[in-house]
């Protein structure tokens, strides 16, 4: 049987290596992007250029989206030559975003009245994850809708879980993010801590991974602190928009987050200080710097 032609529009960082892995899968493929390096990289590996959201949209079964905030997701879906112009009932959208779950919900009420499923689907893993194949990808939306894509969504990721109606996967990676920032604080500052009071720090981590307080932020994102290797896996100020969509997504539904609340203002001066593009690790470099440390990244964006 033939394999339906997917469409991604947004070849970021994680987007390229995405987009990649469905090509490498047979998977015929029309791409898009705002600056167009990546597109002539994916061209030369056999994709098709479509020209613009609508033309990916006019050729492609399934439209993959992957952009850096709720704003580019509207602009690409709902503005002039996007997705919505091009696309035609039956069609599926597969927003790959992390974006506010009002906004996802927003979109696929619209997308249902044009006879088009849209799903929410962000993911986690980061750059090496989007590189290797092995993204966590939570999906909202419709189950059948669901089952059509699954295929590709495992040319790119590993552990994929359908979460529930539209909106639930921005749910759930809003939950993720807010685990993964509050775990960098911790680590920044416990590493901090340790280094202002005259103990390795690197054996700290080291003792820490052995026991209760392990974690991936702690093994990963500990080893690039004290490496000072903030080159960027997910940048900080992407980091900054996701706490400020959890936030959100807090207040509408009531929930006290005032942990959250706090380590996002943290982000805030991070991205004022002009370290928006360095990794969200580098939140441990302010930490150090309030401490009175000083903490040189050896290798920046």
């Known amino acids: 049987m033939n394999k339906p032609v997917i469409g991604f529009i947004g070849l970021g960082i994680m987007g390229k ?42 050729q492609a079964e399934i439209i993959l989206l992957c952009l850096p905030d709720a704003p580019d997701v509207q602009a690409v879906v709902e503005g002039p030559a996007g997705v919505f112009e091009g696309i035609t009932p039956g069609k599926i959208i ?39 194949g092995t993204l966590t990808i939570m999906v909202g939306g419709h189950p059948e809708a669901f089952a059509r894509v699954l295929p590709v969504l495992e040319t790119m990721g590993k552990n994929i879980v359908h979460m529930g109606e539209a909106g639930a996967g921005q749910v759930t990676k809003a939950c993720n993010q807010v685990v993964i920032a509050l775990t960098i604080a911790a680590v920044g500052e416990a590493l901090t801590l340790a280094a202002k009071a005259g103990v390795d720090p690197a054996r700290v981590r080291e003792v820490l991974l052995g026991g209760f307080a ?76 309030m401490s009175g440390l000083k903490m040189e990244a050896e290798a920046q964006a």
């Open 17 to 58: 290596n995405m987009a990649l892995h469905v090509l490498q899968r047979g998977y015929p493929l029309v791409v898009h992007n705002r600056s167009r390096g990546a597109v002539a990289e994916l061209v030369a590996a056999g994709a098709r250029d479509g020209g613009s959201p609508r033309g990916v949209a006019e």
């Open 214 to 289: 392990n974690s991936r932020v702690l093994d990963a994102h500990g080893k690039r602190i004290l490496d000072r290797n903030f080159r960027p896996g997910f940048r900080a100020r992407l980091q900054h928009k996701d706490l400020k969509a959890a936030l959100a997504t807090g207040r509408e539904y009531g929930v006290a987050m005032p942990v959250t609340g706090l380590v996002h203002e943290l982000f805030t001066a991070l991205v004022a200080m002009g370290r928006g593009d360095l990794d969200h690790s580098a939140l441990a470099m302010l930490i150090a710097e």
């Open 94 to 132: 597969v927003d790959m975003s992390s974006i506010s779950p009002v906004t996802a919900r927003a979109l696929a009420a619209k997308a249902a009245r044009l006879g088009v499923t849209m799903l929410d689907a962000p993911v986690s893993g980061g750059e090496i994850g989007a590189q290797q």
